[in-house]
């Protein structure tokens, strides 16, 4: 008898040919134990094995443990339950803990299934839902909603070049504020602990070039017509050609006095509110968050004058690194695209979670 090794060469595979061999020599069975170091209950089930199967008994067939119990559409249901508040079916808790989710679907549920915690848990971790802390948002009351927030889109999206925005980053105040940053594991940073507002609050009124992506502003002492009038007026010496331009603000009433509106008026200059408590329509608003992080966060700056230098100096590096009106174009394609794709309207809330 010959066995011609094939594939790759699986040691298991080899120790039984090993056994097959050493019977056909005949060897006795506790002489093929000795020889392979195994137990004679083993050699025997091998040679038995190899009697009525012949080869295919070469190749081992492990078996994965029990049968699976939980079908793809099980563990489709189970996804959905998870993503449902308890609330909504039937249960006196506002959220989900592993034990209180597999006794609902064990016992309670519609359609009953049976399972462990932390298959539970692995199933839940594999479809990336994780134990996340809850956020609020406001919802827009006004009700020409829909209409301002498509003409801000429309302006956004058809004359890019032209639409700027504006509105207040504040209150920015004289005190160590908390950050973080890059230090010796151990060792971070450290600022003095004095939390006296010693020096009053500023507003920094800042104004936005979508098409460019400049942004530029002014620190004030408070939110006011004209200091809102002023910033306006910045905006549309930035476009001097005396074409209309369109600026984005917040529905303030500093924002919309008489005066602003014929000034507006008189230099062609569209203002589009965005509508109550939707502050995130505001393209500025994103803009922000980098102030924020770079300039106050981690910041013990002496007084308001030190921080308005802090902040023209960053202003002028990032407006000197700002995106290239390529990469802004295919933004905003990018996202008409998925809007398109999900066939829901820039603005539109989405379908509320359970």
């Not at 079908?71 to 506002?94: C, H, M, W, Y």
């Not at 009124?205 to 979508?210: D, E, L, P, Q, R």
């Not at 922000?288 to 007084?303: D, E, Y």
Request: aromatic content about 8%; proline content about 6%; overall charge positive.
């Amino acid at each position: 008898m010959r066995i011609t090794r094939r594939g790759t060469g699986s040691p298991i595979r080899l120790r039984r040919a090993m056994v097959v061999l050493a019977s056909a020599g005949g060897n006795t069975v506790p002489a093929i134990a000795r020889l392979a170091q195994a137990d004679e209950d083993t050699i025997r089930q091998v040679i038995h094995r190899f009697n009525e199967m012949g080869m295919a008994s070469l190749d081992p067939q492990w078996a994965g443990g029990r049968p699976r119990q939980i079908s793809p559409d099980e563990e489709q249901f189970i996804v959905e339950t998870a993503n449902t508040r308890p609330e909504k079916l039937g249960r006196p808790f506002t959220r989900w803990s592993t034990r209180k989710l597999a006794d609902h679907l064990r016992l309670h549920s519609t359609r009953r299934v049976r399972i462990g915690r932390e298959r539970l848990r692995q199933i839940l971790h594999r479809h990336r839902i994780t134990f996340q802390r809850t956020k609020t948002w406001k919802e827009s009351t006004d009700p020409h909603r829909d209409v301002k927030l498509a003409r801000i889109e429309y302006v956004s999206s058809h004359f890019p070049q032209r639409v700027f925005a504006f509105d207040e980053f504040g209150p920015l105040v004289i005190r160590p504020q908390a950050g973080t940053g890059w230090a010796p594991a151990g060792h971070p940073h450290r600022l003095p602990a004095n939390y006296h507002k010693l020096h009053g609050v500023r507003q920094f009124h800042g104004c936005y070039s979508v098409g460019d992506d400049q942004l530029w502003g002014v620190v004030r002492r408070r939110k006011s017509a004209a200091n809102t009038l002023a910033a306006l007026k910045s905006i549309r010496a930035a476009r001097p050609d005396g074409a209309p331009i369109y600026v984005i603000l917040d529905n303030l009433s500093a924002h919309k006095g008489r005066k602003i509106r014929a000034w507006a008026a008189r230099n062609k200059v569209e203002l589009c509110f965005t509508p109550t408590y939707a502050s995130w329509a505001n393209p500025i608003e994103a803009q922000f968050g980098p102030l924020r992080t770079f300039v106050i966060a981690g910041s013990n700056h002496p007084n308001h004058p030190a921080l308005t230098r802090k902040l023209q100096a960053y202003l002028r590096w990032r407006n000197a690194n700002a995106r290239h009106p390529d990469v802004l174009a295919a933004q905003r394609r990018e996202r008409a695209r998925i809007r398109s794709e999900r066939q829901r309207r820039w603005g539109q809330p989405a379908t509320r979670a359970a």
